[in-house]
């Protein structure tokens, strides 16, 4: 059974959220201003050449692109260079404060848009939780806050019967940066399946032609070639944090990384198939995409600690969803103190997170672990417990 926490009648810090946005308002424009005056918004500045160099005719993927222009890897997909394109073509100087600021101002909303199942002061925590990790995210100018939220906004929608902008919302993660396109397999949770597979491909098939207002038909396909070989080359670029970088177990994705990436997507279809007696629980479908939202970061080959946004984002729906017992409150704190706090020097000096980052991948030991007990609460421990219950009673004579 699964539990939501009641509203707090009378005045609750934690259900002030005008404070709330006004303070993560005002320190998201002093992170950007902090960096911007030192010309340190690197990931603005990929995101804004790529985009010139899509409406000029240039490819912006791989190693090659990267070098001459002085960047990381570019890893979006030529969607996102459109979408983008009023951020690349703003003065330099106000650009990267209307990216950061539009995407802070839909993070809190995305999160004030869910269900009234949560609470107010339910999703203040929720916000507040998740504030250092997005702190830091949009300190990098990531991208990761505008996918955290595209699952937000989408799952609303659906449970709001709001079949169509959720699938237009859910298609736009996917071809901006992959780990939405995962969402689609919540729509088994809903009505109209059929109908709503047919949106997801008649959107899907708009968005795959989309970049021809400025690419040829002709080389559509080698557009996309080109995106698909710079992502799979990211993946030996450097450490990430993800389950392959498990130490001491791991060093650097083992040859078996797909295999386990599809093994472990296709065991989380079968257990939701086997919970099909729970889609009408709305706990159970929030949990689920909790749940999603840790796999796309933890089984990922490419997910740096900033965006573990996402999954903590997720872990919140899923432990506000239940009651927490004792094990689910260490697992809060720890994932709050050593994801969310850890990375910021402030707080801890940065040889000292870097050294239980990259030497002792406690952050990827922590949240593993604790989504292995999202996984096991949600979809194992009823079936298993009713599987074995007749057995476990004493025998009538």
Known sequence: MYIFKKQIVGSNLFAK????????????????????????????????????????????????????????????????????????????????????????????????????KYTKETKCKIFLYTLPILATTLLSFQYNVSVAYFFLFSFSLLERGKYLP????????????????????????YPKVWKNFGYVALIAALYIFVPLIKIPVMELSGYYEHWFNGLAHQKTLRVFHTFFYLKPFFSQPPAWTTIAQIFAIVLLAFLVLVN??????????????????GWVILFGTSSEYHTYVIALLGYMLWYYSRQPSRIDKILYYSNLI????????????????????????????????????????????????????????????
């Open 17 to 116: 959220t005008n404070l709330w946005f006004t303070i993560g308002f005002i320190l998201t424009a002093a992170l950007t201003f902090s960096e911007v005056a030192r010309g340190r918004q690197y990931n603005f500045m990929i995101f804004s050449d790529a985009t010139r160099d899509f409406w000029n005719g240039i490819i912006p993927y791989g190693a090659a692109w990267a070098e001459e222009k002085g960047h990381d890897v570019f890893l979006y997909g030529p969607l996102f260079n459109i979408l983008f394109s009023p951020f690349a073509y703003l003065p330099s100087w106000l650009a990267p404060f209307v990216w950061n600021l539009m995407n802070f101002t839909l993070y809190f909303i995305s999160i004030f848009t869910l269900p009234d």
């Open 166 to 189: 959720a699938i237009l919302i859910i298609l736009l993660s996917g071809f901006t940066k992959i780990y939405g396109v995962f969402q689609l397999g919540m729509l088994l949770f």
């Open 276 to 293: 099909r007696s729970k889609y009408k629980d709305f706990a159970f479908r929030v949990q689920a995409l909790g749940i999603l939202m």
């Open 338 to 397: 050593v994801l969310g706090l850890m990375p910021i020097d402030l707080f801890c000096p940065g040889v000292v997170w870097r050294f239980f980052f990259l030497t002792m991948t406690l952050n990827i030991w922590i949240f593993t672990i604790t989504w292995l007990r999202m996984v096991w609460i949600t979809f194992c421990s009823s079936f298993v417990f009713a599987t074995l219950l007749p057995y476990l009673r004493p025998s009538k004579r």
